[in-house]
C-alpha cells in the first residue's frame, strides 16, 4: 500500500505494508538512519521522533498510523544541526558511543518545546525512557540545563 | 620500541597482486603506490603508513584502535598530533586498511581493543611514528629553502625559518619528504610532558558530532549500493543444531529472496557460535518477518535441560572440591591459622551471568564473490575478524577486506566474530551483493558471550588483637580460555594477612563466556570488597579504618603477583598507591560526618590495569524495599591522561554500568537458552537513578593506567556495604533487585 506523509517538512510517499513500523520505514525506505532500533518494544528510547509535534517510539508506532501526519526526525531537527541542544550536546561533549544520543536529543527537544525552562526533576522525569548504556545520563542534565539557560537568555 | 618494517618482498608487486586479487571492486579499497613510505591517496599524500598530508595542509591521521565511545579515535590522534606539531583544528582521522595492515606484517601494530590498552600499547609507536614525519618535514624544508635544520620551528602544521620569517606548509612540502630519509627511531628524542601541548588537554572528541545531528553511521546503518538486508534465527538452546525447517510463506512475501542455512560450531569457525536460519530481503523489516514466519525445528543439544539451579549447584559442588583447579596464591598456612584464630568468619558470595548489553544490536555487511571478500563490521578484533571472514568464506585473508565502522558500544561483546562469520555465510548465498545482517535485541540477548556467573566463599580468621590472621578464598567459575591465570583481581590482594589462600575450582558451564567491561574483575571485586566489610562489622570496626589498617606499605607481602600492575611498582609501593586514594575518597566524602537514619556510606578499593581506585557510595532506604543512591565519591589515580574530559565521562560511564550489574543485571538460564529477552526483563540503570560523581583525581605518575573500565567492579560492593551500613541486610548475591531492602531492625 501506498502511504503519504511529512518527514522533515518534506511531502514523502511510500509503499508498505500498513503494519510496517515507522522506524524501518524511515531507516531503511527513506535512507533516514539517525533514529535508531535499540530494543523494538518501546523499552530504550532509541527510536524517538516526534510526530505532530509529540514524541513517539517509532518502533511502536505503523506507518499507517502516521498517514497523512507530520513527522520530525534529528535529521530535521534544526537547519544545519544547529539546535540549542545539539550545540550543548557538543560543548559539553556528551556523547560516548553515540548510539543513543538521537532519540535522547529528540526527547530533550520535546521537554524544552513544552517547558523552556525545566527544574532538574522535570529534566529527568523526562528523560527517563531513554536509556544510555555508555552511562552518558549526567551529561545529559548538563547539556539539556545548557540549552535551556541558553533558550532563555533570547 | 618498534622498529619499521623492513620488506623483503617487492612492495609493488605485493600491491598489484592485492589490487588483481580484489578485482577492481572493493569499496573504499585504496590503492596504494608503489612506495610503502609514499603515496598518493584520495586525501593526499600518504607518509609512513600513518597521515595523508592534503596540499590545503589537513592532516588525516589513520587510527588502528575501534571507536566504541572510549574516546579512541582521538586520544589516538593526540598521541601523533604532538610529535607531529601539526594543528589540531586542521586534523581528519580514517580507519587503517586491515588488508594493507596484514599485508605489510601487521605495519599498524595492535589493532585489537580491549583491556583499555589502547594508549599504553600504542603510545610509543605513535609518538615515535609523529616525531619521524616532523623531522622529515623540518629536513625537506631546510633543503628547499636552502638552510640549516636547526634555524627552522615546526608548528601547527608550519616551518618557520626564523632569521627571515619564511614559511612553509606541510602541504606544501609532501613532495620534498619524500626524498628524506626515514629518521632512525632509537635517535629521536620525544618531547618531554610538561611541553606537551596536545596531549593531556581537554581535546574534543572529534567524532561526536555526527551523534547529534543522524550523520554518524554504525555499523546497523549501513547502506551500500545494492544491498539486501538479512535477519536471523538463532538455535534456542546452546550446542543445539537445525534440523528442518518448513518456510511456508515466507519466500513469497513482498520482498523476501532468499532462506540461508547458518553453521555454527566447528563450520563457522567460531568457538560458541550455534547454528541459525537467516533470510535475505530488500529491507529489514521484511526479513524479519520473514525469518519469524518460518517454522524451525532445531535439534536440542544435552543442555536442553541446562538451567540456573543446575549451574548453581555445580558451582557449589567446587567449594567441596578437594583439590583446586590452580592455587592462586599460597602463603603461610590458612588452616592452621583458622584453627587458632579467636573468631572465624565465614560467607559465600555470588555474583550471575551478566550480558554486555551494547546499546547497537549485533550486525555485519559482508560482500562475497568467487575472489575475493569484503566486510563492514562493527568489531574490537579486525585481524580475527578479517582471518574468520576468510576461512568462512574460503578464501585467502588476502583476497579481503575489513571496513571499520562505528561501534554503538562494544564492552567486550564485540571481540567475538559470530556475526562476522553468519555475514559471511549469508553473503556467498547471494554472491556479488553486499548483505547487511542486523540482530535484533533479543537476538543479541540471547546469543552473547556472557560475564561468568561466579560462587566465592571466603573465610577470615582474626587474632584476639582483632588483627587479621587468615584470608582464604575459594573462587569457582567457568574459565575462559583466554584467561591464562584465573579470575582477576583475586590474588593481587594488597592487604597484610599473613597467612593467605586463595585458589580457584573451574566449574564449566554451557553458557559460552565472554569478556564484558571490567572483566574478570567484575567477578572478584564484589566478594573481596563486601567480606572486608563484613570482617570489619565482626570487629565493630570503622569500615575504611579497618581496610586502611590492612594497607600497610611497611608489612605488605612481597609475594603479592603482579598482575596487570604495569608501573614498575612493588607490591609496598601498590598498596601505599591504593591506601593514598583510600584516604583520599573518605575525605572526599566526609566519611567521619554521621548521617541521617536509615543513611549510610560504603566504602570499596581497587587495583586495575595500573590504576588505583576508591569509591565511596552513600544511600539512603526508602523504607518500602529499595534505596536511593545519593552520590558516588571517587578517588582515582590512572596515572597519565591523555584527554581530562574524556577520562571523566569513562568514569562516570563505569558508574553508570557497575550499577547496573549491581542493581538489575541478571541473566538466569532455563532450558538450555538464555531466559532474558529484552530490555524489559533485564533491566538498565536510568537517568533518575543516575547518582552525581563526584571524582578526585591524584595525578602524578607517568604510565597510562585503565580509565575506562576499573570502575565498573569497586562500585559493586561500595553500594551494597552502604546498604548494610545504612542499616540494610548484608547483600552476598547480586542482583540488589532479588532483595527486599528494608532496615535491620525494621519491625516486622
Known amino acids: 500500500m501506498r502511504f503519504e506523509f511529512i518527514v522533515n517538512n518534506t ?29 523494538g518494544v518501546g523499552a530504550c528510547g532509541a527510536c524517538t521522533v516526534h510526530v505532530d509535534d509529540r514524541p513517539v517510539f517509532s518502533c511502536l508506532v505503523t506507518i499507517s498510523a502516521v498517514s497523512g501526519k507530520s513527522v520530525t526526525t534529528i535529521e530535521g531537527l534544526a537547519r544545519y544541526g544547529q539546535h540549542p541542544l545539539q550545540r550543548a550536546w557538543i560543548e559539553e561533549q556528551v556523547p560516548q558511543c553515540g548510539y543513543c544520543q538521537s532519540g535522547q536529543i529528540m526527547m530533550a527537544a520535546d521537554l524544552l518545546a513544552r517547558n523552556p525552562n525545566p527544574s532538574q526533576s522535570e529534566i529527568v522525569a523526562h528523560m527517563v525512557g531513554n536509556i544510555c548504556r555508555c552511562g552518558t545520563y549526567l551529561a545529559i542534565q548538563r547539556a539539556i540545563r545548557r540549552a535551556a539557560d541558553e533558550i532563555s537568555k533570547r | 620500541m618498534f622498529p619499521l618494517p ?125 616525531a619521524q614525519i616532523r623531522i622529515m618535514l623540518i629536513r625537506a624544508a631546510a633543503e628547499r629553502l636552502g638552510v640549516p635544520e636547526s634555524e627552522l620551528v615546526a608548528e601547527d602544521s608550519i616551518i618557520t625559518h626564523r632569521l627571515t620569517g619564511n614559511k612553509l606548509t606541510y602541504g606544501g612540502l609532501t613532495a620534498d619528504v619524500a626524498k628524506v630519509a626515514v629518521p632512525d627511531a632509537k635517535s629521536l628524542e620525544l618531547k618531554q610532558p610538561k611541553d606537551w601541548r596536545c596531549i593531556g588537554r581537554s581535546m574534543r572528541r572529534l567524532d561526536i558530532p555526527g551523534s547529534t545531528d543522524g550523520s554518524a553511521i554504525f555499523g546497523f546503518d549501513l547502506q551500500l549500493p545494492g544491498m539486501k538486508y538479512a535477519a536471523i ?86 567449594l567441596s572440591a578437594a583439590q583446586p583447579s590452580r592455587i592462586l596464591r599460597q602463603e603461610g598456612d590458612v588452616e592452621t591459622a583458622l584453627s587458632q584464630a579467636a573468631r572465624t ?96 535485541r533479543e537476538d543479541t540477548m540471547r546469543h552473547s558471550f556472557y560475564r561468568q556467573a561466579s560462587l566465592s566463599r571466603f573465610r577470615g580468621g582474626i587474632a584476639a588483637d582483632g588483627s587479621v590472621l587468615a584470608w582464604e578464598h575459594r573462587i569457582t567459575c567457568q574459565q575462559r580460555k583466554e584467561e591464562v591465570a ?6 593481587t590482594l594488597l592487604y597484610s594477612v599473613p597467612n593467605v589462600k586463595i585458589d580457584f575450582v573451574i566449574r564449566n558451564s554451557f553458557v559460552p563466556a565472554g569478556p564484558m567491561r ?141 550499577l547496573t550489574a549491581a542493581m538489575y543485571g541478571e541473566i538466569t538460564l532455563h532450558n538450555g537458552g538464555v531466559k532474558q529477552r529484552n530490555f524489559s526483563d533485564y533491566q538498565i540503570l536510568r537517568i533518575d537513578e543516575m547518582p552525581e560523581v563526584e571524582i578526585h583525581w591524584v595525578l602524578d605518575r607517568s604510565v597510562w593506567g585503565d580509565v575506562s573500565q576499573s570502575v565498573v567492579s569497586p562500585v559493586q560492593p561500595a553500594l551494597t556495604n552502604a546498604i548494610f551500613n545504612a542499616g540494610g541486610p548484608r547483600i552476598r548475591s547480586l542482583p540488589i533487585k532479588n532483595h527486599r531492602i528494608f532496615p535491620r531492625d525494621a519491625k516486622p
Not at chain 2, 548489553?357 to 555485519?364: G, I, Q, V
Open chain 2, 518 to 658: 571490567g572483566v574478570g574483575y567484575t567477578i572478584n571485586c564484589f566478594g573481596i570488597q563486601s567480606f572486608i566489610d563484613e570482617l570489619a562489622a565482626a570487629l565493630s570496626m570503622d569500615t575504611y579504618a579497618f581496610q586502611r589498617s590492612l594497607l600497610d606499605p611497611l608489612t605488605t607481602p612481597s609475594t603479592v603477583p603482579t598482575g596487570e600492575s604495569n608501573d614498575g611498582l612493588n607490591p609496598s609501593m601498590r598498596s601505599s598507591r591504593l591506601r593514598t586514594v583510600l584516604d583520599e575518597v573518605a575525605q572526599k566524602a566526609n566519611w567521619d560526618t554521621p548521617l541521617g537514619t536509615n543513611r549510610g556510606r560504603g566504602i570499596a578499593a581497587h587495583e586495575q590495569g595500573g590504576a588505583y581506585y576508591a569509591i565511596v557510595a552513600e544511600v539512603t532506604l526508602d523504607g518500602k524495599g529499595w534505596f536511593t543512591i545519593d552520590r558516588i565519591v571517587v578517588a582515582a589515580d590512572p596515572g597519565r591522561l591523555a584527554n581530562p574530559a574524556n577520562a571523566r565521562a569513562q568514569i562516570e560511564g563505569s558508574v553508570a554500568y557497575g
Open chain 2, 6 to 130: 623492513s620488506s623483503k618482498v617487492s612492495r609493488r608487486s605485493l600491491i598489484a597482486s592485492v589490487a588483481a586479487a580484489a578485482g577492481g571492486l572493493v569499496i573504499g579499497f585504496r590503492f596504494l603506490g608503489s612506495d610503502r613510505r609514499f603515496a598518493e591517496s584520495a586525501n593526499g599524500v600518504e607518509i609512513l603508513n600513518w597521515i595523508t598530508i592534503a596540499p590545503d595542509n589537513t592532516i588525516t591521521i589513520r587510527i588502528a584502535q575501534t571507536e566504541m565511545g572510549q574516546g579512541a579515535i582521538t586520544a589516538m590522534a593526540q598521541l601523533l598530533t604532538e610529535e607531529l606539531a601539526a594543528d589540531w583544528r586542521n586534523i581528519r582521522t580514517e580507519y587503517i586498511s586491515i588488508a594493507k595492515h596484514l599485508a605489510e606484517g601487521r605495519v599498524y601494530g595492535r589493532t585489537e581493543t580491549s583491556a583499555s590498552a589502547g594508549l599504553r600499547k600504542s603510545e610509543n609507536r605513535l609518538r615515535i611514528i609523529g
Open chain 1, 11 to 39: 511531502r514523502r510517499s511510500v509503499e508498505a505494508l500498513a503494519e510496517e513500523p515507522l522506524l524501518w520505514v524511515l531507516r531503511d525506505k527513506l535512507g533516514l538512519t539517525g533514529t535508531k532500533y535499540g530494543c
Open chain 2, 345 to 440: 568468619l565465614e560467607a559465600e558470595y555470588f555474583v550471575p551471568y551478566l550480558e554486555p548489553a551494547t546499546m547497537e544490536p549485533m550486525n555485519c555487511t559482508a560482500l562475497v564473490t568467487d575472489q575475493h571478500f569484503e566486510l563492514w563490521a562493527p568489531t574490537q578484533h579486525p585481524e580475527d575478524a578479517i582471518r574468520v571472514a576468510a576461512r568462512v568464506a574460503g578464501l585467502p585473508v588476502k583476497r579481503g577486506e575489513l571496513h571499520l565502522v562505528r561501534l554503538g558500544g562494544g564492552f567486550g561483546r564485540r571481540i567475538a566474530c559470530d556475526f562476522v562469520s553468519q555475514a559471511i555465510q549469508v553473503a556467498k548465498a547471494m554472491k556479488g551483493v553486499p548483505v547487511k545482517l542486523c540482530w535484533t
Open chain 2, 233 to 318: 534465527q538463532i538455535c534456542p538452546v546452546f550446542g543445539g543444531t537445525l534440523k528442518s525447517y518448513k518456510a511456508g510463506k515466507a519466500l513469497s512475501r513482498p520482498g523476501v529472496h532468499q532462506i540461508v542455512e547458518i553453521k555454527g560450531g566447528k563450520a563457522g569457525h567460531v568457538a560458541g557460535m550455534d547454528d541459525a536460519l537467516a533470510v535475505i530481503a530488500d529491507d529489514y523489516w521484511q526479513a524479519l518477518q520473514a525469518v519469524n514466519a518460518i517454522s524451525i525445528e532445531w535439534k536440542d543439544s544435552d543442555w536442553v535441560t541446562g538451567d540456573s539451579a543446575a549451574i548453581l549447584a555445580n558451582l557449589r559442588s567446587g
Open chain 2, 486 to 491: 584465573g579470575p582477576f583481581g583475586a590474588d
